[in-house]
């Protein structure tokens, strides 16, 4: 028989608890943290759900609805299980099991035909509330679970968590959020590259090349793209000042209240006059995400976004990253999106994690 597929996705809503409010979990088994030599994990908190219809405890998690991501739908579900909004981090990874099982404890189940559920995971921190209601346009609602559906909301250590989840893996899930940790995800700040939508063809455009427009359809895409990259919550926009590209992140900014920032050295023509310069201006823009502890989404062109993939493969922890950042033109499909997260290591900023942004238009 052949086997179905229910999509979900969820994720891992961390905060780190001030040293005054830092408790030893004294029910945890183990040793406990050891001051002289502690871990990255030590002093962060995990939020964590009760199901009464299971009496299981798990992380945040649902279905996707109609004509929705992924990655919306976790940013959706942990608001509305857990009441808090949240922006994406790194990818933490996936897992599947009968949909039969849901709910039952015991061994790792094994998807044998029938229904299947798929549920991704990712880091999410929590946002504040003046950020949540900026984004609440592009995003859409968040509605509160039910209480028969989600009874209990508790924030516990990493190892109070491990101790507390009902299934093998959940906790699969939690050994990847502590190996990314442990590289300094934590401290990771989000940079969006945007791809313009589709522009009108240059042999059809009369006008100069820097006020050519996107079409309808470019247009359509920009605008679901804004439901993709509110999942990360950016708090500044820095856009070539070529039609194409404010055309593209205009609504969002509309949405949001944030202004555009012009970056003259962005455009077309001042990277083919000086690619450095491209690249120099874009540095500029990870210092500040890095600094600012804030996320930036930068619109650009396609050659220009293949210059500065250039620059960062070589910033990337792996080859195997290296190559998701695509060495031929076009790069990445017009009205879609790339996000990178960054740590600041020894040598310089250095990038974890890549995830690839494809609005729905429907």
Sequence with gaps: MSSMMVEAAGGIVYRRRSDDDITQDTDDEGPAPDPAHPSAVDGLELCVVHRPKYDDWSWPKGKLEL??????????????????????????????????????????????????????????????????????????????????????????????????LSHAQDRDILDLFVDYVEEGAEHSQTLLIVRHGKAEARKQWKGSDANRPITPKGAATAYALNRELACYAPSRLVTSPWVRCLETIEVFSWQTGLSMVPADELTEDAFAENPEGSWERFEEEITHSMNAHSTTAVCMHRPVIGGIFEHLRSICVSKSLSKQLIASSPYMPTGNAVALFIVQSDEGPRIIDIQRLAPLVY
Excluded: C, Q
């Design 67 to 164: 004509n929705e991501s992924h990655r919306h739908a976790a940013v959706r579900e942990i608001g509305e299980e857990t009441g808090v909004h949240v922006a994406l981090g790194p990818r933490l990874g996936e897992i599947e099991y009968p949909l039969g099982s849901e709910g039952k404890k015991g061994k790792r189940p094994k998807a044998k035909g029938g229904v299947t559920k798929h549920v991704v995971f990712w880091m999410a921190r929590p946002i504040d509330e003046h950020e949540a209601a900026m984004r609440a346009p592009a995003l859409g609602p968040v509605t509160p679970a039910d209480v028969d559906e989600i009874d209990n909301v508790v924030w516990v250590s990493v190892r109070r968590a491990r101790r507390l």
